[in-house]
């Protein structure tokens, strides 16, 4: 069974820094894609950043410079450090897994930034 578990949400000023950890289990971690989306009510999921098994990063534009993902194979986790965080952050974070073909998600975790 795939288990994505995210924690490390909040709330945080704006300018203020959060770190997100996405603890996986019950896949290859090494091979996987592992990434982070968010999402706000009313708006579709989007992506924030990926990290492949190579590891290559990709980031939204508007994260691009603030957001940071990283992994540990060792410890079957993917990060994401958040810096400078502006209220259009605010949203629902989500972990996310592409194991061999299949994608898979976590259960989401809050995070507010307030003005």
């Known amino acids: 069974q795939v288990q994505l578990v995210e924690s490390g949400g909040g709330l945080v000023q704006a300018g203020g820094s959060l770190r997100l950890s996405c603890a996986a289990s019950?896949?290859?971690?090494?091979?996987?894609?592992m990434g982070w989306f968010r999402q706000v009510p009313g708006k579709q999921r989007e992506v924030v950043a990926v990290?492949?098994?190579?590891?290559?990063?990709r980031y939204a534009d508007s994260v691009k410079g603030r957001f940071t993902i990283s992994r540990d194979n060792d410890k079957n986790t993917v990060y994401l450090q958040m810096n400078s965080l502006k209220p259009e952050d605010t949203a629902v974070y989500f972990c996310?897994?592409?194991?061999?073909?299949?994608?898979?998600w976590g259960q989401g975790t809050q995070v507010t930034v307030s003005s």
């Open positions: 990290i492949t098994s190579g590891p290559i990063e």
């Open positions: 996310y897994a592409n194991h061999r073909g299949t994608n898979y």
């Open positions: 019950g896949i290859v971690f090494g091979i996987a894609t």
